[in-house]
């Protein structure tokens, strides 16, 4: 990689303009760090283009003059592949001005997007239309679309919809080059060579930039139907999904497991949170069925009789379930009020998560005696959050000093079992030696042997993901 | 590419054995042509490899020696992708030996087939673990799930399952020199690099060879109400499925198109066929929902006092349901009886349909008067067979001789309105050059740079598809 001279730089501004570029350190340093401060790089100039064309004469730029260039969505990524190196030799890219929704066709279900629109805005443009974008994170409201797509995100409604990937139609890529790739069809059927979507989906920016999409559209649900209910162990959980799913197909819209631990971290430190049951249990699911509540009460008085649900409220009222949802989405928070922590996400065939867990905590236990295993997470996918927090009684430095060997148990036994060491927040920098442990040599070849084909001179989000 | 040599003939045989392979001609024989015969080739030699082991070594084989070699699955192609060259310098290969379940797991929803089980076994196999794996075509007593997944099969579940693609988790690879991907992870949720499973789908056999494959399973339907309802016109037909989706969500498991030239077609050369209703309506639409009839009762009764439909009638009995879709599916057998014909398989955005269609017949009918144009097909994907007899009074050769310019308004029309001139059946051979006309040369040169990363030497299915 080069250095981004002076006279180059000039060439950038040329493009974009005074609006579509900064290089005050106040406007840089939001975008110079992850958000949980694990990460931190420079760069010389942060470019807010707002057209493809933009996009596509910054990326030609970059290329001839053999500058790197790093795609920075919303900057809520957990891997730090938002982030430039910290020789500060890389060109920062957002796509934040390429907010527009093109169009939107309610009868094909289907919608064009720019990738700099938040998540939030997208679910809200399909609703305006009377349908459902059912992608749904935590980081909702700032987490932009394309970098949904180029991390091929998750969330809680992949066992009903699938990740990102199974959202979206089509893309228009601006390719390493320079060259733009139009690809923003609307077809649910498209058998005419390679699927290039897929390549750039999940390819965290090291293949080209997303710069619009087209996505799919739902039919809104009629009814939803919240569950809580607590479950003797995880395999109960696990007997609940299949129990629940042979009853209502596809109805099951999420389907999270929580651990009494992150019960009682939230109901500790999150004010107005209880336990929506009268009972303690050593696990509980929280789950949506897209469904009428007499047959949410069929399925929970059948899962009674059988033994694997031992009490369970459903929300009869929306509000009702966002207080249940509550408890779910503000386990992050919570924990973090009990000191360092370290975190996973890993995923399992979901047949295999039961040894797999209780393996994992006895393991990590017996390295650190003491320390607070939560384990929660989307069930249905087979996707955990194995999330430790540090003993009591010792230093969040002496933990985190651990975060190698923890990740390496959590690590190998997800491998052993045929698993994944990041199930939906991809590779970035942060995994991206851990990696290499664990992929094959054909594997890793393969990807860089079409990060090779794409991008031969190396400039896109250099020093990111596998390839 | 090289000729194959006594020598190298000698070392495959010593890899498969005497019951892996044959030279009689009348073993070789249905394999060298495509079912309809428009494509023939010529081959050395057939292999039937027992394991993915010999799959991999043969490979190597003919990396070494720089010798094609072309997979074939249960030769039902409609593009002639399984066909070997004319000239007789490449291997063919059939997986027809490679036919076990090697496991199945009913908790994860996943099972693991080798490629050369047909449909059926692979549909079967998910039935006796009370499980349904949804992918269905005409050819599934023959076709292979390896086919299946090297074209991404579409056929008539795909507006609520999607494509092949969708339906698989992990693949196993024999790569274009030999060496083994194993990618058999049975994961909703993996974003560790770039997607390599969805770049071996879809890519008819050019890039490697699947040998197994994780197949996503799903409860088995309750419930599936079938409905053959008459529509005033395309338009009605697709307002139909919206008005369908609107109400019952993902309950929508199939949704056909039929003009009344084809139910015409059915009931004068299918015994036992009668038109369902009462009436003659310019168009018909035949639709299953995983619903209660109730519900099904619901959707048509609304869409009658909308006018969208004007007569309809709902099977109350399995064998009553699998009468209406006789009348679907003995559509191609019956249009054979009225001499040549002119066939597509073309997909446009749902929406734009009604217009395509209209603008298309109107085209074709310019161009050859009384033609005789059968439009049918997944309305509810967008994807549509245009399929053309020939007049009355016209000799089938002089017919078959327009068919370039009825390919060319057929496939122009669909590319300016955005679509797509190959839906489910892929390049092969067949629309080998005609695609060059629609693809942009970026496109092009992406399919061609992946081929060229992944096989650099060209032996895998040589002269087939778009790289």
Redesign the interface.
Known sequence: MSSPTPEFLSRLVSIVGAEGHSTDPEVLAPHLVEWRGRWRGNTPILLLPKTTDEVSRIVAACHDAGVGIVPQGGNTGLQGGQIPGAHGNEVLLTLSRMNRVRSV??????MVVEAGMTLLAVQQAAAEHDRLFPLSLGAEGTCQIGGNLA??A?GIH??RY??A??LVLGLEVV?PDG??????????????????K??F???EGT?GIITAAVLKL??R??QVSTVFAAVPSIEAA?ALL?HT??RV??AVLAFELLPHSALELVTRHIPGTVNPLGEVSPFYVLFDL?APRALAESVIESALENGIVTDATIADSPSKGQALWRIRESLPDAQKNEGASIKHDV??????IPAYVAEAEKQIRALIPDCRPVTFG?LG???LHLCVSRPVAMRDADFLAMRDPVNHIVHDLAHEA??????????GIG?REE?RR???A??LE??T??????DPRGIMNPGK???
């Not at 042997?449 to 794409?454: D, F, G, N, S, T």
């Open positions: 066709d309610p009868i094909d279900n289907s991390t091929n998750g992949v066992v699938g990740n990937r199974s390719l060259r733009v790739w139009d690809g923003l069809r609307a077809l649910r059927k498209d058998n005419t060579g390679i699927d290039l897929n390549l989906v999940g390819s293949l739902f039919p649900h009629r696990v299949g799913q042979h197909e596809d897209t995923s399992v065939a979901v047949s295999r989307h996918d087979g996707n045929g698993g994944s060491i990041s199930a939906e927040h991809g590779i995994k990696i664990y992929k094959s054909v594997e393969l990807n042997r079409i990060k090779q084909a794409l993901g596998v390839g």
